[in-house]
């Protein structure tokens, strides 16, 4: 039997998986996607232009792949729609390739207002939500009143979808916020059209079906653990279930079907919104990492909050995921440090500790393992033997701490800018 592969994030998203996804695309037949939606910003790069990607799975640059978007992801219609026709101006074909679960839930317009009207009454307490309306429409598909992709596809879709508006708008009262869903309705019904167009498919069957043909499927991630609604920094989380586990749940798949966990994460830490982050860098260190590593979301804008990498954070990761394989991005990035920290556990008042807490609030002092940098350019080197030993110490360091192999390090945004182990 074939197994189903896994690729997340192991931080707090942003680890750069796009490129690895695209990378890694060439030896899958399917790319799923299983949870979140166009608050996840896949960034891919190749022949100098950089294409980002809310919803699609990050497979879509290469032809003949299945791209199915599974029923644990919520969708815009209208981000949907722009996305598609982005793709299509590229002559990159979707119609046949992209696949959607009747059973993922619709955002609707008036799920975003119901995110930015509670996200302005949180004031001083906001978690940084993307305004995307992933939240609200989340809420709606455990309280039992969401709108399904398979909806739009019944006669009473219509009645349904007034049901649920005016259900919100009776919400939207109880805030001193208000904006009309109709304003935004004609956009959002000819997405719901560009919908209809598509392969809209029993997904766990059709996947499954795939696994018994033996075709080869990698599962995307989005967003990444430390966000995770059970296990990450709660509340300062995203309101899905990143963790592997989640692959299963978003896709139909049984636990037994899957293969290799691919773990993703930056040669240091990265953050976006409220939240604890005990290695953040707020003196000319974060600076220098923002800028060099050109940290602005892809989907907000928002400047990121950037660190040393925690080492108690990975590790915590990789054991809530099972991960096999590590993959490391942004590796050029540290380029030009004189000096690197690694955290390796924390320090409180009275003890010092190497586990995350469960209180979110909680901001421990890091313990640091000082490492010496390298100033020399590492971006076009394909070569392990070729690099600096100050880098190869730093990986060699992470694989010792972890136990788990790193297999790719990413040199650079481009598909080119990669360093493959054991493959040179």
Not at 65 to 89: C, R, S, Y
Not at 153 to 172: A, M, R, S, T, W
Not at 278 to 300: C, I, M, Y
Not at 383 to 400: A, D, H, M, Q, R
């Amino acid at each position: 039997m074939h197994k189903t592969d896994v690729l997340l994030g192991l931080q707090w998203g942003d680890e750069g998986k796009g490129k690895i996804v695209d990378l890694l695309a060439p030896g899958y037949d399917v790319i799923a996607r299983f949870q979140g939606g166009p608050n996840a910003g896949h960034s891919l790069e190749f022949d100098h232009i950089k294409h980002v990607l809310h919803t699609i799975p990050s497979g879509i640059f290469h032809k003949d792949k299945i791209n199915l978007i599974g029923n644990g992801v919520v969708i815009d219609p209208v981000v949907f729609k722009t996305e598609t026709e982005a793709l299509e101006n590229l002559s990159v074909s979707t119609i046949n390739t992209i696949y959607i679960s009747k059973k993922a839930h619709l955002i609707l317009p008036s799920h975003r207002i119901l995110d930015a009207a509670s996200e302005s009454a949180k004031g001083d307490t906001k978690i940084g939500s993307t305004l995307k309306g992933i939240g609200p429409t989340y809420m709606d598909k455990t309280g039992r009143n969401g709108l399904r992709i398979g909806d739009i596809q019944l006669p009473d879709f219509i009645e349904k979808y007034n049901f649920l508006k005016n259900k919100h708008k009776v919400i939207l009262e109880q805030y001193d916020y208000y904006d009309e869903p109709e304003k935004y309705e004609k956009e959002w019904f000819t997405g719901i059209e560009k919908l209809r167009t598509y392969n809209l498919v029993e997904s766990e069957y059709f996947i499954n079906q795939l696994i018994n043909e033996k075709k080869k499927i990698l599962a995307e991630g989005a967003q990444g653990t430390l966000l995770d609604l059970d296990f990450g920094s709660y509340p300062y989380v995203t309101s899905s279930n990143t963790i592997c586990a989640s692959a299963c749940s978003g896709l139909g798949i049984a636990p037994t079907k899957i293969g290799e966990v691919i773990g993703v994460f930056k040669a240091y830490c990265t953050r976006v919104g409220g939240g604890p982050f005990p290695t953040e860098l707020k003196d000319k260190n974060g600076e220098k990492l923002r800028n060099q590593g050109k940290e602005f979301g892809s989907t907000t804008g928002r400047p990121r909050r950037c660190g040393w990498l925690d080492l108690p954070a990975l590790k915590y990761s990789i054991m809530i995921n099972g991960v096999t394989q590590l993959m490391i991005t942004k590796a050029d990035v540290l380029t030009g440090f004189e000096t690197l920290k690694i955290c390796t556990g924390y320090q409180t008042a009275d003890k010092s500790i190497d586990s995350l807490s469960f209180d979110a609030e909680q901001q421990p002092e890091p313990v640091y393992k000082k490492m010496k940098g390298w100033k020399s350019d590492i971006s076009e080197i394909r070569k392990w033997s070729n690099l600096p030993k100050e880098f190869t110490g730093y990986i060699n360091y992470i694989e010792n701490a972890t136990g788990i192999p790193v297999t790719i390090i990413s040199l650079g945004p481009d598909r080119s800018s990669t360093l493959f182990r054991g493959k040179e």
